[in-house]
Each structure stands twice: as C-alpha cells, then as structure tokens.
C-alpha cells in the first residue's frame, strides 16, 4: 500500500507558508512504515521544529488506474482523519538545495491515522474537521475549502499511479499548522466526533 500526500490544497494553508496556491494538485509519498496508529508521536531526534498537519483521508477501496472525476467516488467508501507531521527545519534545508522533501515528511511514523468510517454519513462538501493542541483549537477547516475536491485527487492522482485497495490520500491541511513539543497532546474531531488522539513523547 502507499500513501499519497496533497500539498497546498487549502488556499489559507498555501499563503501562511508564504507560497503559490497550486494550479494543480502537489502529490508527494509517505511510505508504509509512516503509518502510526500507536496513539503516540516520538518526538525525532533529527528535528527541533516537529510541525503538525490535520488532514482528511481517504482510502481507496479497489484497484484503478486513469479514471475520470465523474466516476472517482465509486473507489472510496471510507475516510478519516490523519496528521502530516513536518519536520519544518528539514523541509526548509531541503528547500534551499533544492532537493527532495523525504526526509522532512516521511520518516517512520509521521503519518498518524484515526480509525476510518463511512463517507456516506456525512456530507463530503462540507466536512469540519478540528485539531486541538492541548486546550486549544489550532486548526479549523472544511472540506468546501479545498482548492481540490477528493474526486479530482483520486481522478488526477490515478492518471500517474494505479491505485491499489487500501492506498490512502492524505487531501491536505487548512492553516494553523504549528509546532509541537514533547508532552503536548493533539486530538482530532470530524465534526463534533473524536476520531484521534496523539501524544508526543
């Protein structure tokens, strides 16, 4: 299974990281081993700027390749919700070499992942999701924010990869995003249900 990854599909996320809202959609990989279902976030050794990200997910149900948006919500039936963990100062070195992101966004266990539940209880046009990072609200989005709709992920994304029965897409985070530290704890809510909950040790 893999993990593909949207960056910048929340305009407000693209101006407060001081970047272009995208023309079109930014995929990047997490691999397998990125996957955290432990509850628990140990803090990296090779970073001192751990970022969180809330992201909406979705898992793919059957394998398909090339397909169009029109039909793309034919290969989805559950969602969740996951973080992004980012090591900013990483990321940024890679920036300034102009080298690949790895490093900052696909280390071992930086892809935490809520239980999934089914799509058709809800409304996929207009999804709240919330973080709290221990006593406060940092990230507020919804889903009629995204620059790319889940459809237009899968359809697009399926143009250059086959996707396979469980492959995952992490569809990108509005703004808010922050650092953690050691002892903080973050929770994650679509709509008004908890869906996950992460320490960092």
């Known amino acids: ?102 490093k900052a966004k696909a280390f071992d266990d930086s892809a935490p992942l809520s239980e999934l539940v089914a799509k058709n209880d809800y409304d996929l046009s207009k999804l709240n999701f919330k973080l709290w990072h221990n006593d406060k609200i940092v990230q507020d989005g919804n889903t009629e924010d995204l620059i790319f709709d889940f459809d237009h992920l899968i359809s697009y994304a399926s143009q250059y990869f086959t996707l396979q029965k469980g492959d995952l897409i992490y569809t990108g985070t509005p703004e808010g995003v922050g650092p953690v530290q050691k002892g903080d704890v973050l929770k994650g809510y679509l709509e008004d249900k908890k869906l996950l909950e992460v320490s960092i040790i």
């Open 1 to 102: 299974m893999k993990i593909l990854c949207i960056g910048r599909n929340y305009a407000k996320h693209a101006k407060e990281m001081g970047s272009a809202v995208p023309k079109e959609p930014m995929i990047f990989m997490k691999p397998e081993s990125a996957l955290n279902f432990s509850g628990q976030m140990t803090y990296p050794t090779f970073t001192t700027n751990l970022h969180y990200e809330l992201e909406v997910v979705i898992e793919i149900n059957q394998t398909v390749s090339k397909i169009s948006k029109e039909v793309a919500h034919q290969y989805y039936d559950r969602i969740g919700l996951g973080i992004d963990f980012t090591a900013r100062d990483i990321q940024a070195k890679c920036k300034e070499k102009g080298h690949p992101w790895e």
